[in-house]
């Protein structure tokens, strides 16, 4: 087996974001790999199902896509931590120096690209937690040889942040007083019972924390405690805990109770009148917040327009900056749009 110092094998999706672990194989002693432990003689260009064997033992039935030129090869495993581990220890035995998880892709696991560009495409593709980044990010070198070929709106370009927040899921506190449903919000924005729910006043007594899908772009989602005055020592550390969480979030949604008028609010939040299912107890129209249901789904699909507008994501096709790299040629470009041929498209 060849034990070139450059071949080298990496796991590409981050450990426990899906069900498929992507192993890339990249070196001359691809070829020689997978004919020693793949059941099927790959064919370039194309996926193929088969069995990857450590001698009389099946690892796993992998994908296995092999590049055009033979550099590289990706084995989609099942995502069990197990099957991972031994396929890179079995990588690590043929030959490659297994690289360790690092986010975005190094240059040495992807090996030779068409462009600079495409390259960091690549490079980042692990960062992409849904469909849309995925779609927006594999758009980008078609979209900027479109953009280049014409008049690039440079300013415009360098102002989108979109695909950033697409690859670096930023973070959304649920803020309010307590008993507002927070935490009957948040599990609607989850998808599923995350946060402890009950018709009490803090119920949650420590921030919740998890990804969420807001409609493709990715978010960390923070359930906070109701914020209030208390005496029980475990709710006050609980507040005190939350509040760091809260000032270091991209965005807030506060939570106001159409049954119950507010005694304090949350400013530049992005504001939302829960509960407007049952009777109102004060006058709320004139204020710019908008009502929802968290408890019967009313109301909940404008809110999620509405966060994914404040992130900016639009048409996947739009060319964009997803690197500091990227964004520090825009801005010279901005004066000089010589500049824009740095990019590499």
């Known amino acids: 087996m060849n034990d070139a110092p450059d071949n080298v094998a990496m796991v590409l999706t981050p450990p426990g974001a899906a069900a498929i672990a992507v192993l890339r194989l990249c070196g001359p002693g691809v070829a020689a790999f997978l ?50 581990r031994c396929a890179c220890q079995l990588a690590q035995r043929g030959g490659f120096r297994v690289l360790p998880a690092c986010l975005p892709t190094p240059d040495a696991a992807i090996g030779p690209t068409e462009s600079p560009l495409q390259g960091e495409m690549l490079a980042a593709l692990p960062l992409a937690k849904t469909q849309l980044a995925i779609k927006t990010l594999l758009a980008q070198p078609a979209a900027w040889q479109k953009a280049l070929a014409g ?11 979109s695909l950033w927040w697409l690859l670096h899921p930023p973070q959304i506190a649920i803020v309010g007083e307590p008993n507002v449903g927070k935490s009957t919000l948040a599990n609607q924005l989850f998808g599923r019972q995350r946060s402890i729910t009950a018709d009490l006043p803090g119920t949650t007594r420590d921030w919740v924390g ?10 960390t989602l923070v359930d906070t405690p109701g914020q209030r005055q208390t005496d029980d020592p475990i709710e006050v550390a609980a507040i005190a805990a939350s509040q760091g969480k809260i000032a270091s979030s991209h965005l807030t949604i506060e939570v106001l109770d159409a049954t119950h008028p ?26 710019d917040a908008l009502p929802i249901s968290a408890l019967t789904g009313a109301g909940l699909d404008q809110l999620r327009s509405r966060i994914v507008q404040r992130f900016g ?4 096709s739009r060319p964009r900056w997803w690197t500091p790299r990227q964004k520090e040629i825009l801005a010279r470009a901005l004066s000089d749009p010589s500049a824009l041929r740095e990019l590499g498209v």
């Open 35 to 84: 004919q020693a432990h793949f059941s099927k003689p790959p064919r370039a260009g194309f996926c193929m199902h088969g069995q990857l064997r450590d001698g009389e033992t099946i690892i796993d039935d992998p994908v296995v896509v092999l590049a055009e030129d033979g550099a590289w090869a990706e084995i989609s495993l099942h995502g069990g931590p197990w099957i991972v």
């Open 151 to 161: 008049r690039a709106d440079v300013a415009a370009i360098l102002q989108d942040e």
């Open 313 to 316: 994501i639009g048409h996947p």
């Open 262 to 287: 507010p005694q304090r609010r949350w400013p530049d939040s992005l504001s939302v009148i829960n509960k407007t299912d049952l009777p109102a107890a004060w006058e709320f129209s004139q204020l």
């Open 210 to 219: 998890e990804m969420a899908n807001i409609d493709g772009l990715a978010v």
